[in-house]
């Protein structure tokens, strides 16, 4: 019998989405644990037992200095060498939220022409000057070489954040787009673009990028939250559709990468 | 020699904190503000090399992409610059982040005085202010005194090379730690010390605290330790322990209570044990799914098999009013420990809020500490950044907005947590500490703050002293703890835990210590922030984010290993004894040794006059006022009003789904713009069953009868839960006393008595009302003094006081939350019954204090005959047959109709005839009386059968349907049209007065 494919899901330090990425993670058909960010970094957990890594949300070290800084700082001192042989060994990363924003400040992505080091995106404050929760409409990039959203179009999540606004030298966007690293962009309701138009785009997101991957596409990372869209009943409308509910549209990012995993 | 190092945004990039303080000057002071940039300060206090500043200045502190960043004064163009800095002792969250940064970095620790402090620069251009604008602007918006120091510079005084200075907060207070013998040879002596020391000890408990320390056979016992006369630990420990805050005296007192219109008097002896304690163990027995109430931090009840839910509710009103922020941040923060601290420990699943504030718009002439809309818009995001930052959704919220509350605001901060049955193969929510067990201090160290609450004046700080008095709460600090402390839970390793809030270690370990029956503590060992405080500040301090937990000599090493792991602080400062002696010594010198059951015997109960004057009495009546004519804009007007427009600023700043069970959120209907009667949330994200929590705060009643007012609320927040799903068998309780200083004077509360009264009262109508219903209070607090004193126009000062406030809160399990229902109308075609009958009960009512009266005709609630009406309502949930419920609250009907059709944005068509009603009421009666135990209910035309077969006998009417045209139709009596309103119209009125907020 093949083995479930085991996910790494960080923890620790002000992080706060662990349980229920976890729980995402296991409904798609893979095996989670939870670990903290120490065990990582002292080697108590072995980062070659696991075939993806989450990078979850939350507020690391407070978020006091840059969303994800200190986060990033810390993992690419400590552990920034297992993490890149981890990356090259073929394997998953995926960040969310507060995970998005360390592992750009890590430099795993834009990770263009192999340089997993170089900080050339930022997530900076949302034009709106506060933390905003609210669900969002993302339009997809079906030609994206991502592997976590395959066969994907459209799909509803809810953002939480006050620094989920993407920005970036327009040569980096237009490299970004070029290589189709865009994965999704903050859209209307019927999908067409939201033009930066609050708060269809909640942050100010330069050109609606909600979401961008390396050019392999197995590195991942996204403002919304996937994993909180785990059960129908987290749609905001379920209650006004209850005769045909759609499925929790969030975990077919995790399904797509436990089949990536399972390949 | 410290470095300054200054950040900022790229120019070209949008400035979004800088553009929030130009709007806000615009708003608040009318201020034309070109722009703002804002500069980010870190003064480090240590040495570094030159290459050691470029890698904290590159690696850490600035992202190439965004930002820019110097050593020296940043040039960025101003017309005025405010500097923002914390005065000394104030929490510095970042700077302690960034000490943690660099250290990790540079591999260098920071020696004890060495430090990291953030400040901020607003770089403001502007050619249309003068430098008394710039001095408002930053007094009146950026800062506050009591925390903060500002500094104004305009452009010709700015030196480009100096730029701000070099500022360092340190907290020195060159002082040797000294235990000071408390002289105790008469009364008089006694309360001298007590006004000296600010310990506020109480006139009755004088002698017997004089009588204890006089005992003989209590002074050969203190000789053998080394002490004579009481310490200042010692009395200390006493006044915290029976301050009203941690005793309760209030509600532990005596009343002796007067009817002067019947001319009855009574006595109640203890309210807490009358109306509480004694009919919620009644219902413990009764219901099986109470597992532990009245003892612990929070009251617990059964989820499932396998899982607790816990719960309980807080204020923090006095640090909110003098510092909206932290006030507010330290609270939400504050009752998370709550939980955590209940049983073995709690995960923590939910928060709510409740703030009560003076008029947004405020223009009067008095002149409260902070602005209401300040203080709000401080509350707000303390609440915010507590929240979210330590991870805990916070799904619903209320705001009031009533003159009472300039005197002081209320902030209500309610937590909910989750653990499971059993730890280790033990009940989960059982502990005791025993003899020999190690007392652990986890968690932030201890400072001088939060010493004597906010007592301490402003005026006599130096440079250098602490400003302690307000604290700033620490979510990443305590988010830390929390994890670690589940993970030690889990592996068996505690054996009790409580939480450090008020009182400190004198409050946490004189409790757990009663146990074991003694207790040895060693201050010594106590951590620090800075050097020089005394014992007894040590052992008094409410510094933050600490728990206190027993554990086991044998898990001592483990515990400690998995503390580190998480990067927590845990040190072992004491143990348990079975002494029967409460023992404190500090590097071997004694500071205490007083008999643990010192405070449970012989201090003499307070006593209150309380005396009722029924309304007629006091001459109220309701007022002589005909039918209006303008029903369509009478409506749009009720609905823009500020206790009933929407505030879905606030709802959006909040993160309402983390954790991912995020079942029924706060805002709901097509648009997600109209507020859900309650939430729902899935704690146990592989179970099907739901939490549901809902909250009513209507003090307004209690300007009529506090008794009334109790009533609705209580009705109130057990409708909304019923609205949602909610099971009436299963409803656990929470009661927030907020009440005006009901001890008689007849110069400084002359209305002491009847206040008092209306407590008794209040108390009363809880017991009746939750005993009929079978609600047990699994939790409560009560803040006593809500009363103000605000200078005016000519230098004099009023007292303001607050009306009596209750907030009640509910909780309860729902079996499957897939049978959830939202409260916007979903279908064309769909029937709209009301249920419940509606009287003509208009006192204190919105709709006429819209016309400034306040009237007679308080709603009544007549708890045994509507509880037929809301098992119907569960009934047809259960059986799938409502496609919307909504209770009917503040506003009455007509409001509470338009905010369904506003939910569904949909048309309503109703006919007023067919409202089932109590007698023959006017139109505006029916529109916006506030009659309890009402809801708006649709259904589909297929279920009419059986919806109304459910409902035979009870007061139900079918008296519309649901409209595709989007209108709010409404017939009069005489069946006429009263008014047809746009719900674009209703919506427009209701989301303009704060709409522009984000």
Request: proline share 5%.
């Amino acid at each position: 019998m093949k083995q479930r494919a085991k996910v790494l899901v960080l923890t620790g330090y002000g992080l706060n989405c662990d349980i229920e990425t976890a729980h995402a993670c296991e409904q798609a058909g893979a095996r989670a644990d939870r670990v903290h960010i120490n065990d990582v970094i002292s080697g108590a957990a072995n980062l070659s037992d696991y075939q993806m890594i989450v990078f979850i949300g939350g507020f690391s070290w407070g978020d006091d200095h840059g969303a994800g800084v200190i986060q990033a700082v810390r993992m690419k001192k400590h552990a920034g060498d297992r993490i890149a042989t981890f990356v090259e060994d073929g394997n998953l990363v995926l960040g969310i939220c507060n995970g998005f924003q360390t592992i750009v400040n890590m430099g795993l992505l834009p990770g263009f022409d192999n340089d997993y080091q170089t900080r050339a995106t930022a997530l900076t404050y949302n034009d709106c000057g506060n933390f905003r929760d609210d669900w969002v409409h993302l339009a997809i990039d079906s030609e994206s070489p991502c592997v976590f959203t395959r066969g994907m179009t459209h799909v509803e999540l809810p953002i939480r954040h006050g620094e989920g606004k993407l920005v970036a030298a327009e040569e980096t966007l237009s490299r970004l787009k070029q290589n189709r690293q865009v994965v999704c962009r903050y859209a209307s309701s019927d999908g067409s673009a939201a033009n930066g138009r609050f708060p269809e785009n909640p942050n100010g997101s330069m050109d609606d990028i909600a979401g961008i991957c390396d050019p392999t596409g197995r590195i991942f990372g996204l403002m919304p939250h996937p994993e909180a869209y785990n059960h129908p009943t987290n749609h905001p409308d379920w209650s006004r559709r209850k005769e045909d509910l759609p499925p929790a549209a969030g975990l077919q990012i995790f399904k797509n990468a436990v089949d990536y995993m399972s390949r | 020699m410290p470095h300054r190092l200054e950040i900022a945004l790229k120019p070209e990039l949008l400035d979004a904190e800088g553009r929030q303080v130009k709007k806000k000057a615009a708003a608040y002071f009318n201020m034309d503000i070109t722009s703002v940039r804002c500069v980010h300060i870190l003064t480090i206090d240590k040495d570094f090399s030159a290459a050691q500043c470029r890698v904290i200045k590159d690696d850490i502190f600035t992202n190439p992409v965004t930002q820019f960043s110097s050593y020296g004064p940043l040039d960025i163009d101003f017309d005025w610059c405010v500097w923002v800095g914390y005065r000394p002792g104030v929490k510095d969250n970042p700077g302690e982040t960034a000490v943690e940064a660099i250290e990790d970095v540079t591999g260098e620790t920071f020696a004890s005085g060495e430090s990291v402090y953030t400040s901020l620069r607003y770089c403001i251009s502007s050619d249309k202010m003068n430098i008394d604008d710039a001095r408002l602007i930053a007094e009146e918006l950026l800062s506050n005194d009591i925390i903060q120091q500002v500094r104004v510079f305009s452009a010709a005084q700015w030196n480009r090379q100096e730029g701000v200075g070099i500022v360092i907060p340190k907290v020195m207070l060159d002082h040797v730690p000294t235990v000071t013998t408390i002289p105790i040879d008469t009364d008089e002596t006694v309360r001298k010390v007590s006004d000296e020391r600010n310990l506020a000890l109480n006139e009755n408990d004088i002698p017997v605290i004089r009588a204890y320390f006089n005992d003989p056979g209590v002074k050969t016992e203190r000789e053998k330790a080394g002490l004579s006369d009481p310490t200042d630990v010692e009395i200390e420990y006493i006044s915290q322990a029976r301050s009203d805050h941690c005793n309760h005296n209030t509600f532990q007192g005596r009343f002796v209570y007067r009817d002067r219109t019947t001319g009855q008097t009574e006595e109640i002896d203890n309210l807490f044990k009358t109306y509480i304690q004694s009919p919620t163990l009644a219902l413990a027995e009764k219901k099986d799914w109470v597992v532990s109430v009245l003892w612990d931090n929070a009251g617990v009840g059964r989820f499932d098999a396998d899982h607790y839910y816990v719960i309980t509710g807080e204020t923090h009103n006095s640090p909110s009013n003098m510092e909206a922020y932290g006030g507010a941040i330290t609270g939400i923060v504050g009752v998370y420990r709550d939980p955590l601290g209940t049983g073995k420990g709690s995960k923590l699943v939910m928060g709510s809020y409740g703030y009560c504030v003076g008029e947004r718009n405020y223009t009067g002439e008095l002149k409260p500490r902070l602005h209401p809309r300040r203080l709000l818009d401080g509350v707000i995001e303390g609440v915010r950044d507590g929240g979210n930052k330590s991870g805990i959704p916070t799904p619903f919220g209320q705001v009031i907005f009533h003159p009472g509350y300039m005197g002081k605001c209320l902030v209500f901060v309610t937590a909910l947590g989750i653990m499971p049955s059993l730890v280790n193969g033990a009940p989960a929510e059982q502990k005791t500490t025993s003899p020999g067990e190690l007392i652990v201090m986890c968690g932030g160290r201890v400072g001088k703050d939060g010493i004597h609450g906010v007592t301490a004046s402003s005026e006599s700080f130096s440079e250098n002293t602490p400003a302690g008095h307000v604290q700033i709460g620490d979510p990443y600090t305590q988010k830390k703890m929390h994890d670690f402390l589940l993970e030690a839970r889990d592996e068996g390793l505690i054996q009790y835990i409580t939480d450090n809030g008020g009182g400190g270690l004198s409050s946490s370990i004189g409790e757990t210590a009663r146990f074991s029956g003694g207790c040895h503590v060693h201050l010594e060992k106590v951590p620090l922030k800075y050097e020089g405080l005394d014992q007894w500040e040590i052992w008094v301090s409410e510094s933050q984010e600490r728990m206190t937990v027993a554990i086991r000599p044998d898990d001592e090493q483990r515990f400690m290993a998995l503390s580190e792991k998480h990067a927590v602080e845990s040190t072992v400062i004491g143990t348990y004894t079975d002494s029967g002696k409460l023992h404190i010594t500090y590097n071997d010198t004694p500071c205490a040794y007083v008999n643990m059951d010192l405070l449970t015997r012989g201090f003499p109960q307070w006593v209150f006059e309380a005396e009722w004057i029924d309304p007629e009495d006091r001459g109220l009546y309701e007022p002589v006022l005909s039918e209006p004519s303008d029903y369509a804009t009478l409506l749009c007007d009720m609905m823009a009003r500020p206790n009933i427009c929407a505030k879905e600023w606030i709802a959006r700043q909040y993160d309402h789904e983390v954790q991912g069970g995020s079942v029924i959120k706060p805002l709901v209907g097509k648009y997600r713009d109209v507020n859900s009667d309650a939430a729902v949330l899935r704690p146990v994200l592989t179970s099907e069953k739901g939490l549901v929590f809902s909250q009513a705060v209507i003090p307004f009643y209690s300007a009529i009868d506090a008794w009334h007012m109790t009533a609705c609320t209580i009705d109130e927040a057990v409708r909304r839960l019923l609205a949602v799903g909610g099971n009436f068998e299963h409803i656990g309780g929470v009661d927030n006393f907020c009440w005006p200083n009901i001890q008689y004077d007849p110069a400084k509360n002359p209305d002491g008595k009847f206040k008092a009264a209306q407590l008794v009262r209040s108390c009363r109508a809880m017991a009746g009302i939750c005993g009929q219903w079978e609600i047990p209070l699994l939790s409560g607090k009560d803040s006593m003094y809500v009363d103000g004193h605000l200078p005016g126009a000519y230098g004099e000062h009023h007292k303001v006081s607050a009306l009596e406030t209750l907030q009640f809160s509910v909780t309860g399990v729902i079996e499957d939350i897939k049978k959830c229902v939202t409260m916007e109308v979903k279908r064309p075609g769909d029937l709209v019954y009301i249920l419940g009958e509606t009287r003509n009960e208009l006192g204190a009512s919105e709709y006429y204090e819209r016309f400034g009266y306040t009237g007679r005709n308080v709603p009544r609630v007549d708890a045994v005959s509507f509880i037929p009406l809301y098992k119907a309502v569960n009934q047809i949930v259960n059986d799938a047959l409502a496609a919307s419920i909504h209770g009917i609250y503040r506003g009455g009907l007509g409001v509470h109709l338009a905010l369904c059709a506003v939910g569904g944005d949909l048309g309503i068509s109703l006919d007023l005839s067919r409202v089932p009603a109590a007698g023959t009421l006017s139109n505006d009666a029916l529109l916006f009386s506030e009659s309890a135990g009402r809801f708006i209910v649709t259904v589909r035309p297929e279920n009419k059968d059986a919806f109304e077969a459910i409902f035979r006998g009870l007061p139900c009417a079918c008296a519309g349907t649901v409209t595709e045209e989007r209108i709010l139709d409404i017939s009069a009596i005489d069946k006429y049209p009263l008014c047809s309103v746009p719900v674009a119209d209703l919506r427009y009125a209701w989301k303009k007065p704060f709409g522009d907020l984000l």
